[in-house]
């Protein structure tokens, strides 16, 4: 892979207790598959999965809850009521998935591309209304318009 072979690089950072399935679950949004003899990752996993086609950054994340082995009501350590009073207080969505069934993961995924998306939509629509003021005031001074534009949301 290089750096030409996408539009956009979004990173997710799943974050969670061990063994709530967050490596699964992410193997099942990147490959679409599921082991259920996987071992407990230790430490930090990388996975990877191309959706989008510039370099983009972003210091204030996006977030969505996700309540993950759907599938498995019965060992269910939050309840719904409870995760959803937590989604609203922090204003982000929840989502309840299933890495074994694939119960939700995509949509919960798109959900969180489409919120990072819009935010990078914004700082670009940021970017260009200041670039067309620095370029009216630059004009007087007979300064050439910059091209580049960097965005960090």
Do not use: W
């Not at 969670?16 to 990752?41: A, E, H, M, Q």
Request: with cysteine; glycine share 6%; charged share 30%.
């Amino acid at each position: 892979m290089t750096d030409g072979d996408y539009d956009y690089l979004i990173k997710l950072l799943a974050l969670g207790d061990s063994g709530v399935g967050k490596t699964t679950f992410l193997y099942r949004y990147t490959d679409n598959k599921f082991n259920p003899k996987f071992i407990t990752t230790v430490g930090i996993d990388f996975r990877e999965k191309r959706v989008l086609q510039a370099n983009a950054y972003c210091e204030n994340p996006d977030i969505v809850l996700i309540g993950n082995k759907a599938d498995l009501p019965d060992q269910r350590e939050v309840q719904e009521k409870q995760a959803k009073e937590l989604a609203d207080k922090y204003g982000i969505p929840y989502f309840e998935t299933s890495a074994a069934t694939g119960e939700s993961v995509d949509r919960a995924v798109v959900t969180l591309l489409d919120l990072v998306m819009k935010r990078m939509e914004q700082c670009v629509e940021k970017a260009d209304k200041f670039d067309a003021h620095h370029i009216d005031s630059s004009s007087k001074l007979n300064a050439a318009p910059t091209t580049e534009k960097k965005c960090s949301c």
